[in-house]
């Protein structure tokens, strides 16, 4: 099946900003009483902002909170997280990701991202990057999580083009399974001990061609 259209996620594989996202969960969980470290913070990887708090929360053994206090915790982390990445620069692009999302333009392929951030558009814009999508659906315009390939199919729709057409770029297990579940390609960008669902497993966009691409 020739490929009209790749759809990117955002964190491990155009810029990593997991480590702002665990800045501001840590804080949170110190305010809170207690650590949350590297391992636990695997847990969040993919996972939507609320589950994420329900998992901090599981963490510290704090239970019985209410909706309205998860909301004020969740904005809170938010809110700090937000400042954080309002400092980011165009240096912060992974190695390889600017040169294929331009290879791919050239190329007549289009472009698009998706991903359950809410500040997609801030951080592409810090990064210079926004020009490069034909397409941005983020987390203000989906419902639904990964694994549900809705962030995927909405991408392919505003594209006009045949999910059974593009290539899913992902590094976390939940984007594989959701890009299987829209009926696309995709490849993992990590290790294949996760992402061995993908058709492709490479450890950045430096190292994707136009010809490992055709090759799929």
């Known amino acids: 099946m020739e490929t009209k259209a790749c759809l990117f996620d955002l964190d491990g594989v155009i810029v990593d900003t997991a480590k702002y996202h665990y800045q501001a969960w840590r804080s949170l969980a110190r305010r ?10 695997e847990r969040l990887k993919g996972v939507s902002r609320m589950a994420s708090l329900d998992i901090l929360l599981e963490v510290g053994g704090i239970s019985g909170v209410s909706d309205a206090d998860k909301q004020r915790m969740a904005d809170e ?3 700090e997280y937000v400042s954080l990445i309002s400092r980011m620069t165009p240096d912060e692009v992974l190695p390889g990701a600017e040169d294929f999302l331009r290879s791919l333009r050239a190329a007549g ?4 991202l998706g991903s359950a951030s809410k500040n997609a558009m801030t951080i592409l ?3 210079q990057l926004t020009p490069l999508f034909d397409a941005i ?18 991408g392919a729709e505003a594209l006009g ?3 059974a057409e593009c290539v899913v770029f ?3 297990e939940a984007g594989i399974e959701a890009a299987i579940a829209g009926g696309m390609r995709c490849v993992g960008i990590g290790s294949p001990d996760i992402l061995g669902r993908a058709n492709l497993v490479v450890p950045g966009l430096s190292a994707m061609t136009l010809d490992r691409l055709r090759a799929l």
């Open 170 to 172: 992902e590094d976390a």
């Open 125 to 127: 814009d810090r990064l």
């Open 161 to 163: 083009v045949a999910p």
């Open 32 to 41: 809170l009483g207690f650590d949350f470290s590297p391992a636990h913070n």
């Open 109 to 112: 392929i289009r472009t698009a």
């Open 137 to 154: 659906v983020d987390g203000t315009k989906v419902a639904k999580a990964k694994p549900d390939p809705e962030v995927f199919l909405r």
């Open 77 to 79: 982390k938010n809110a």
